[in-house]
């Protein structure tokens, strides 16, 4: 489960919602590393965003910073986006994974509001992207 997470080749397979395509600029993996990558939607809308690698903790836990941004990785406003005025202009996600009953019990926590979360579509777009997750393991 952690390398589904930690590894780009994993990542381009299952981090955008369903309908979705992802576009990798790139990512390193490693406290510190970075990321830049865009989520399109079927309607050709674009979701462009960078984020920093705060913990890398193998195979139990991932915490990393997420931010808006253009295609050339510039930090944007929310707002400038088309987004929320809510949605702050950098969220922490936490990713903890924990053996349990012979599987892996996976906690995803984004610094966000829950309602907002839900009026925005993070939410359900973390729903998603989980199911498309869930649906590759077996394959693994």
Do not use: N
Request: net charge negative; hydrophobic share 40%.
């Amino acid at each position: 489960m952690f390398r589904a997470w930690s590894d780009p080749e994993h990542l381009a397979r299952w981090f955008a919602p369903h309908g979705c395509t992802l576009r990798m600029i790139h990512v390193d993996v490693r406290p510190g590393g970075t990321f830049h990558f865009c989520i399109r939607s079927p309607h050709g809308h674009e979701c462009w965003t960078v984020g920093v690698y705060h913990e890398v903790v193998a195979p139990e836990r991932l915490v990393y910073s997420i931010a808006i941004a253009d295609e050339q990785g510039r930090r944007m406003a929310p707002t400038a986006m088309g987004m929320d005025p809510e949605w702050p202009a950098e969220t922490l996600v936490s990713v903890t994974f924990a053996e349990q009953d012979g599987g892996t019990l996976l906690t995803l926590r984004q610094a966000v509001d829950e309602s907002l979360a839900k009026r925005t579509g993070a939410y359900p777009s973390w729903l998603e992207m989980l199911d498309r997750l869930a649906a590759l393991l077996p394959q693994e």
